[in-house]
């Protein structure tokens, strides 16, 4: 069955290092991915989505890399700050649909 | 734009009890969802309409959960009977016909005593 994965342990990073998620994905090849951050008590928020055709993708401090040989995503921010501290999570396309992964906690240190 | 809203946003009920939860979707948004978030775990696919069809409930267990969308804007969610494994966070999200992007709300926290 499809199936997307993600880090269920917590990422701890030191402020104003980069910080990378991994996302990897099985049994399908979706069209494209979408990152999105999720707070306590809050639905998550959309920050990006790459295409099968897109090799990386570049917000502000965010990136986003589509590698369909390994199946997987990279998401990274750079220059991290505790304000970036939240659960990340991917979800990719499936018969129109999102199917979701469960997420990475990422905890930035001051 | 406003944003997605959902109502209330946390309830407590025992087990057996019955329960409905709202959502307003964004103005214009077509498609409307409905997921279940169990601590520790991404959102699962309760059901998905289209203006006031329901385009896939294939993961709603219907012997308990209904949902509607009438007139294709506002949508309620319901549980009847509720069950211990209910206790979850309920989403709404919604999404425009052309876009890929999903909008949600805060969220409706169900806990089942």
């Known amino acids: 069955s499809q199936k997307i994965e993600q880090n269920s342990e917590a990422l701890n990073i030191q402020e104003g290092k980069t910080a990378t998620l991994t996302c990897n994905y099985t049994n399908y090849s979706p069209a494209y991915l979408q990152w999105y951050r999720q707070d306590p008590g809050r639905g998550p928020v959309f920050l990006l989505l790459i295409r099968e055709n897109e090799k990386e993708k570049r917000k502000e401090r965010l990136k986003v890399t589509f590698d369909t040989t390994l199946k997987q995503s990279l998401f990274h921010i750079t220059a991290s700050q505790p304000a970036d501290s939240a659960t990340y999570l991917c979800?990719?396309?499936?018969?129109?649909?999102?199917?979701w992964g469960a997420g990475t906690k990422l905890i930035i240190k001051p | 734009e406003a944003g997605v809203a959902q109502s209330p946003r946390y309830k407590i009920i025992e087990k057996r009890q019955s329960v409905a939860f709202w959502c307003n979707p964004i103005?214009?948004?077509?498609?409307l969802y409905w997921y279940q978030q169990i601590l520790g775990q991404g959102p699962k696919l309760l059901i998905q309409?289209?203006?006031?069809?329901?385009?896939?409930d294939s993961q709603l267990p219907k012997d308990r959960f209904s949902a509607e969308r009438l007139k294709g804007v506002d949508s309620t969610l319901k549980i009847q009977p509720a069950k211990l494994e209910d206790s979850a966070v309920y989403l709404c999200?919604?999404?425009?016909?052309?876009?890929?992007?999903?909008?949600f709300g805060p969220g409706t926290r169900l806990l089942v005593l």
């Open positions: 309409f289209q203006n006031n069809g329901v385009v896939d």
């Open positions: 103005s214009g948004h077509a498609t």
């Open positions: 979800a990719s396309d499936s018969n129109y649909q999102l199917i």
């Open positions: 999200a919604t999404q425009t016909g052309r876009q890929e992007t999903q909008y």
